[in-house]
């Protein structure tokens, strides 16, 4: 993990330039509505809010008939659309700022609204990968890490797929073509682990009659 001015990425999403070897496969960003309604649950929580002002507008109505139950009903609309409103507007925060880069080697998570943060995950830290794709096309690719590897669930969020608090998982969250990026993931991770790893070691000199 690296902090850093986001203003002098060599490229947008990315810490450093890439080292020799290492290409650019894919980047992306989460889409601003899909993550504002599965990370922070914007609709369940309009509909939270509308049934509170329904209730109390129930009530009034039955104290003081229809123009009370007016009077009362439209304050709290008035609150349930704007944090309604609040919400997709740190949704659209988090996803304009975060940048998932895939490369040769690893996946580049650049995170964070107000504190840029850049995770670096290495596919030899990956254990297994899983996409949850929506009818839409926009889904989550979530990367379960090795034994030893672990991310703060708070310092991930929302980048992270749910449900999985205590063995956090990074994910690229909430982003179209989910599909097509997650082959472009198993194909790079693939490629990188099958690789041949060459090892030198001391040989002893050929044996030379005299």
């Not at 993550?35 to 509170?52: M, S, V």
């Not at 507007?89 to 940048?99: G, K, T, V």
């Not at 949850?132 to 990367?143: E, F, P, Q």
């Amino acid at each position: 993990m690296s902090d850093h001015d986001f203003r002098f990425e060599p490229q947008p999403g990315l810490p450093a330039p890439l080292p020799e070897g290492e290409a650019l496969l894919w980047q992306g960003s989460p889409d601003a509505a899909a993550l504002a309604r599965e990370a922070f649950k914007a609709n369940w929580i309009f509909g939270y809010l509308l049934l509170i002002a329904l209730w109390r507008t129930g009530a009034a109505f039955a104290d003081g008939g229809l123009a009370l139950s007016v009077a009362v009903f439209l304050p709290y609309l008035v609150l349930a659309l704007a944090g309604y409103g609040i919400i997709r507007l740190m949704a659209r925060a988090s996803a304009r700022s975060a940048i998932y880069s895939i490369t040769s080697r690893r996946v580049i998570l650049r995170i964070g609204a107000a504190l840029q943060v850049t995770w670096t995950i290495p596919f030899t830290k990956v254990a297994a990968a899983s996409a949850d794709v929506r009818l839409s096309g926009t889904g989550t690719i979530a990367m379960e890490l090795t034994e030893g590897s672990q991310i703060s669930y708070l310092a991930l969020w929302p980048h992270l797929r749910p449900g999985f608090a205590r063995k956090v998982q990074p994910a690229l969250r909430c982003i179209p073509d989910a599909a097509r990026v997650a082959r472009i993931l198993s194909d790079a991770a693939q490629t990188r682990l099958n690789e041949p790893v060459l090892s030198l070691r001391a040989m002893p000199e050929p044996f030379a009659a005299e």
